[in-house]
């Protein structure tokens, strides 16, 4: 069964400094998605990227987050900077349309320090 | 902006007992309703997709229901691997945004 495939699976990192996380998409689909979770908190949406730009983005998606689709299958979320703040999981998903199911994938676990 | 309420926030169940999850919602155009299970540390994955008022959805002990304020996930004779957070999403608006707005969840418990 197709699945979203995210890496790492967890990252540590310092303060200040800049983490890139990955993803591949379900092949076939054509939006892909970043959210968060911070720890005991509900699901929050970041981005949405589709035709190779950001298709809608949330206001905790700022200066310091960027995505990217470097190739035809891995789609990736930069944080520049980061913050003690930025510690969450963070989810990629992917649509094969609009109005359809979201799926995600295991998540990277990052926690700065 | 979007809202989405899910009662309660814990429930535990008796292996056998069915129950009921709510998730109450206040929309601009609802788009779909979506029901997701998390198990710990994973990602949501995707159980129903609801898109009008009246619909109905099953996946086996599984039950989904829309009102055009809420929906109900029925859960009829839970076994102890139904234990999980149920989350529920709205896709609304009419900008052709696709992003989920989701409820905190409800933590289920299904004990032998």
């Known amino acids: 069964e197709p699945e979203v495939t995210q890496t790492p699976s967890h990252q540590v990192t310092q303060m200040g400094q800049e983490v890139i996380l990955r993803c591949v998409p379900i092949?076939?689909?054509?939006?892909f998605y970043w959210y968060r979770q911070i720890l005991g908190q509900k699901v929050e949406f970041l981005v949405s990227f589709y035709n190779n730009e950001i298709s809608e983005k949330s206001e905790i998606f700022d200066d310091q987050f960027s995505v990217e689709r470097p190739d035809g299958s891995n789609f990736t979320l930069k944080i520049r900077s980061t913050k003690l703040e930025d510690s969450a999981m963070y989810f990629c998903a992917s649509t094969r349309g609009q109005n359809t199911e979201a799926f995600f994938g295991q998540g990277t676990r990052l926690t700065v320090v | 902006e979007d809202q989405v309420t899910q009662s309660p926030e814990a429930l535990r169940l008796q292996e056998g007992e069915s129950s009921s999850l709510n998730c109450s919602y206040t929309?601009?155009?609802?788009?779909?309703l979506f029901w997701y299970r998390q198990d710990p540390g994973k990602g949501p994955e995707f159980l129903f997709t609801l898109y009008s008022a009246g619909e109905e959805k099953e996946k086996e002990r599984l039950k989904a229901t829309l009102t055009k304020k809420e929906s109900f996930l029925h859960i009829t004779a839970p076994k102890p691997e139904d234990s999980a957070t149920y989350l529920c999403a709205v896709q609304g608006g009419t900008g052709g945004g696709n992003k989920l707005t989701f409820g905190t969840g409800t933590q289920l418990k299904v004990e032998l």
């Open positions: 929309v601009s155009g609802l788009r779909g």
């Open positions: 092949s076939n689909h054509l939006y």
